[in-house]
């Protein structure tokens, strides 16, 4: 369904820039910061953003876009904080970090774009499209950090669980273990912006987009330069 909608797009716009002799066909560059809320996590991302499209009157544009994260991004960092018994009694305390990442492997979608001038160079424009977002990572189990006995040697004497003397996770019913995970996320989108003409033929594009999907929140604020032909 996806493959037939975006080809339309496509379609769509391929057509109106060859038959338009008045329309304008503008390429986006840009940088976009992101943030997905999904169950009940957030996760932060920072993209570089292409968008491609045609602008058919003053008025009114259709776009398809997409974006490139380089990175993968660290979702939620936990600590594991323990000592280990040894032949000698208690080694130092220790922390093991443990990091669950996560990266936005492919984004695109298309837009409807309407434009109102402003003044001389100034427009706003509002925008309602379509996004597929598909991410993929690398979770850890999510745990409290147990912490060990503040003198060990002394609670193990005093006959205290494994769990208290040492605060090792394992030992407190906690295995500690990843899991690769990833989803497809399609929803709605709607965006909002500023676009000042820089010269004839250079915009710069400040915008801000939402998702509108319940079970999910997709938000971004994204600086483009436009250039237009």
Do not use: H
Request: hydrophobic content about 35%; some cysteine; overall charge negative.
């Amino acid at each position: 369904m996806k493959t037939k909608i975006t080809l339309a797009v496509a379609a769509a716009v391929l057509l109106a820039s060859g038959s338009a002799s008045a329309s304008e066909r503008f390429v986006d560059i840009g940088y976009a910061d992101q943030s997905v809320d999904i169950a009940g996590d957030t996760m932060k991302n920072r993209s570089i953003t292409l968008e491609a499209g045609v602008k058919f009157n003053p008025y009114f544009s259709l776009s398809a876009w997409t974006g490139f994260n380089g990175d993968k991004e660290v979702l939620r960092t936990q600590n594991d904080t323990y000592v280990n018994q040894t032949d000698d009694g208690f080694s130092d305390v220790q922390t093991d970090t443990y990091e669950s990442t996560f990266e936005m492997s492919q984004q695109y979608g298309f837009n409807a774009t309407f434009y109102v001038p402003i003044k001389q160079n100034v427009e706003f424009y509002v925008s309602a499209g379509y996004g597929w977002y598909k991410w993929e990572g690398e979770i850890f189990t999510s745990f409290d950090d147990s912490k060990p006995s503040a003198n060990p040697q002394e609670a193990f004497e005093a006959n205290a669980s494994d769990c208290a003397v040492t605060g090792i996770e394992k030992l407190c019913g906690v295995n500690i273990t990843s899991t690769a995970a990833g989803d497809t996320i399609e929803t709605p989108m709607g965006s909002a912006g500023l676009i000042w003409g820089i010269s004839k033929t250079t915009s710069l594009v400040a915008g801000y987009s939402k998702s509108f999907k319940d079970e999910i929140d997709i938000s971004s604020y994204s600086l483009e330069l436009r250039f237009r032909f």
